[in-house]
């Protein structure tokens, strides 16, 4: 697997208050996503990034924003967090976005919204 | 955006049994890749295809592209209590990120 990490693995936070959730790439890859995973859903694309500082929305990006300062770091930001929230969050990278070109995910990132 | 269905969305099997899942999309597709996640884990990539009619195998697991390269299948024969977990298949259109069906969660009986 790709060395990607995400930050915190687990957390537990209360409704109202602002969360961030790490991702970190060693591929240098320059593109990086922020899914979410939700049953029946399947994983939705919340935001992604195809550079330093370059960002688009996904699919279900109300409540959140995203950073991404450096190659390797992607953040995203629940700027007031809600128990619709609650979720299992992936980040994921890839080279490029030519067929063919896998995307490779964290370990994810358990969220709990109280 | 490009949009893609999957079914069943879960699937019992008894240990032995084959196992199909099955991607359709209304609009023809340029390439399919196909991602397993275990229970607990991360989704990992297994495959793409990109041809029209294209088939591949991995051991027990044989995936295929329709001739309109608007279906895709992966199928599993005689499956094992290994093969537990989600199957996703996955599409791009254009420069774009990828996106993913809902999967089919596979269940083993030992």
């Known amino acids: 697997d790709a060395g990607i990490t995400q930050s915190p693995r687990h957390k537990v936070t209360e409704t109202g208050t602002p969360v961030t959730l790490r991702c970190h790439q060693t591929e240098n890859h320059r593109y990086m996503y922020w899914y979410r995973q939700d049953p029946g859903h399947g994983l939705r694309l919340i935001h992604y990034?195809?550079?330093?500082?370059?960002?688009d929305k996904g699919e279900v990006s109300d409540g959140y924003s995203v950073s991404r300062s450096k190659t390797e770091d992607f953040l995203l930001t629940l700027e007031s967090a809600t128990s619709s929230q609650t979720s299992v969050y992936f980040c994921?990278?890839?080279?490029?976005?030519?067929?063919?070109?896998?995307?490779?995910f964290g370990q994810g990132t358990r969220l709990t919204v109280v | 955006g490009q949009q893609v269905m999957q079914i069943p969305q879960y699937q019992h099997v008894q240990e032995g049994e084959d196992f199909t899942t099955y991607c359709n999309s209304s609009?023809?597709?340029?390439?399919i890749q196909w991602y397993k996640q275990r229970p607990g884990g991360h989704p990992v990539f297994l495959i793409q295809?990109?041809?029209?009619?294209e088939v591949k195998k991995q051991k027990r697991l044989t995936f295929q592209f329709g001739e309109a390269k608007k279906n895709s299948s992966l199928h599993i024969t005689a499956t094992q209590t290994t093969d537990v977990g989600t199957y996703f298949c996955?599409?791009?259109?254009?420069?774009?990120?990828?996106?993913f069906g809902k999967g089919t969660r596979l269940s083993v009986i030992a």
């Open positions: 295809l990109v041809k029209s009619g």
């Open positions: 609009t023809t597709l340029s390439n």
């Open positions: 990034s195809y550079g330093v500082k370059d960002t």
């Open positions: 994921a990278s890839s080279r490029d976005t030519l067929p063919g070109t896998e995307a490779f």
């Open positions: 996955a599409v791009r259109s254009g420069n774009t990120p990828l996106v």
